[in-house]
Nanobody, 111 residues
Framework: VQLVESGGGLVQPGGSLRLSCAAS????????MGWARQVPGKGLEWVSS???????YYTDSVKGRFTISRDNAKNTVYLQMNSLKPEDTAVYYC??????WGQGTQVTVSS
C-alpha cells in the first residue's frame, strides 16, 4: 500500500487549497479513505472520510468549508479546502480506514 499526498502549501486566511492523495497497491475503489491532520505537540485529528459508496463524513470544525471526493479511475482522493483559517494549519495525512498512512503534506494558513 502506498499513499502519496500533494497540494499543501502556504495560503492566506480565506484562501483555498486542494490536497490530492494518489493511492497504489490495493483495490482503491473498495476502500474507505480519509484525511487527518496534526499540529505539532497536539494529537491527531480525523478531518474527513469518504466510503466506497461515496458517503462522506466531516468533523464539525470543517463542515461547509472542506469537501472530500474520490476518483476511482485515478486511484486518487481529494480534499478541497475553502475559507481556510489559521487554525487549519497542520500536517495533513491521507489514510485508509484500515490503517495505512501517507507521509503527510504541510498546510500553513497565515497572512
Amino acid at each position: 500500500v502506498q499513499l502519496v499526498e500533494s497540494g499543501g502549501g502556504l495560503v492566506q486566511p480565506g484562501g483555498s487549497l486542494r490536497l490530492s492523495c494518489a493511492a497504489s497497491g490495493f483495490a482503491f475503489s473498495g476502500y474507505a479513505m480519509g484525511w487527518a491532520r496534526q499540529v505539532p505537540g497536539k494529537g491527531l485529528e480525523w478531518v474527513s472520510s469518504i466510503y466506497s459508496d461515496d458517503t462522506t463524513y466531516y468533523t464539525d470544525s470543517v463542515k461547509g468549508r472542506f469537501t472530500i471526493s474520490r476518483d476511482n479511475a485515478k486511484n486518487t482522493v481529494y480534499l478541497q479546502m475553502n475559507s481556510l483559517k489559521p487554525e487549519d494549519t497542520a500536517v495533513y495525512y491521507c489514510a485508509t480506514l484500515t490503517g495505512s498512512w501517507g507521509q503527510g503534506t504541510q498546510v500553513t494558513v497565515s497572512s
